[in-house]
C-alpha cells in the first residue's frame, strides 16, 4: 500500500514540473524518476531539449539618431577655431620632434638637414602649408609677441635681443626642438641656459590662437 502512494505522488510531481515547463505530459514523464546508488535524481532528457530563447536588441532608427545628435550643443565658430588650432600645435610639435638627430645645414630646409629658420619653415609649410621667410629674422617680425606664461606650444622661440638671429619650435614646458648650429644635430632642450639666457628675444606666436 505504502509503495503504491509513493508511486503515485512521484507521477503527479513529475506532472506538475512537465506541465510548468510549458511540456505535454507523456507517458515517461509520469513514470517514476530512476535514483542511483546514491539517490540523486538526473535532469529529464525533455528538459535538456528545449530551446533557448532570445532577445532582439532595437537598432536605433534615423529619427532616434538625429534625435541624438541635436540633443548634443553645438560648438560655436570660435569653439571650432581653437579645437582646430589646438590639433595643427600637436602637429607641429609631433612634426618638430620626428628631426631630432638631423643634421645642421647651413641654408637647408629639410627634409634631413636644417639651419634653425628651415627647421620651423619646414615643420610650418608641412602641417599649415604656410611658407615662413627662411631667415630668422623675418620670422620674429611676423610673429605675434607672447609672454612665457602665455606660449603655448607650436610658438616660436627667438635669440638675440632686439632682433632675431636664432629660433627655435617651442614645445611646451619650457623645452624647444632647434637646429643648434654648424656641427652639431636638432636637439630637445631647454630654452633657457648659459647662452641662451643671455640672448633670450622672447616668444611669437604664428599661429591665430
Not at 505522488?9 to 513529475?14: E, I, K, S
Not at 513514470?31 to 535532469?43: C, L, Q
Request: aromatic share 6%.
Amino acid at each position: 500500500m505504502h509503495a503504491h502512494l509513493k508511486t503515485l505522488t512521484t507521477a503527479v510531481l513529475a506532472t506538475a514540473l512537465v506541465t510548468g515547463l510549458g511540456m505535454a505530459p507523456t507517458a515517461s514523464a509520469l513514470a517514476p524518476v530512476a535514483r542511483d546508488s546514491k539517490n540523486t535524481v538526473g535532469p529529464l532528457s525533455t528538459q535538456l531539449a528545449q530551446p533557448l530563447t532570445t532577445t532582439e536588441i532595437p537598432v536605433p532608427t534615423m529619427a532616434r539618431v538625429l534625435e541624438h545628435q541635436a540633443s548634443v550643443p553645438a560648438r560655436t565658430p570660435n569653439q571650432r577655431l581653437v579645437a582646430h588650432v589646438a590639433g595643427v600645435r600637436k602637429k607641429l610639435t609631433a612634426l618638430g620632434r620626428k628631426q631630432v638627430g638631423d643634421a645642421y645645414g647651413a641654408g637647408s630646409s629639410g627634409p634631413n638637414a636644417f639651419d634653425c629658420s628651415g627647421l620651423t619653415r619646414y615643420v610650418f609649410k608641412q602641417v599649415t602649408g604656410r611658407n615662413l621667410p627662411h631667415y630668422s629674422g623675418a620670422q620674429y617680425k611676423m610673429a605675434k609677441k607672447v609672454s612665457l606664461r602665455n606660449a603655448q606650444p607650436g610658438d616660436l622661440v627667438f635669440y638675440l635681443r632686439g632682433s632675431a638671429h636664432h629660433v627655435g619650435l617651442y614645445l611646451g614646458n619650457g623645452k624647444m626642438v632647434h637646429a643648434v648650429g654648424r656641427g652639431k644635430r636638432v636637439r630637445v632642450q631647454s630654452i633657457f641656459g648659459p647662452w641662451y639666457t643671455r640672448h633670450y628675444s622672447g616668444l611669437g606666436r604664428i599661429l591665430p590662437a
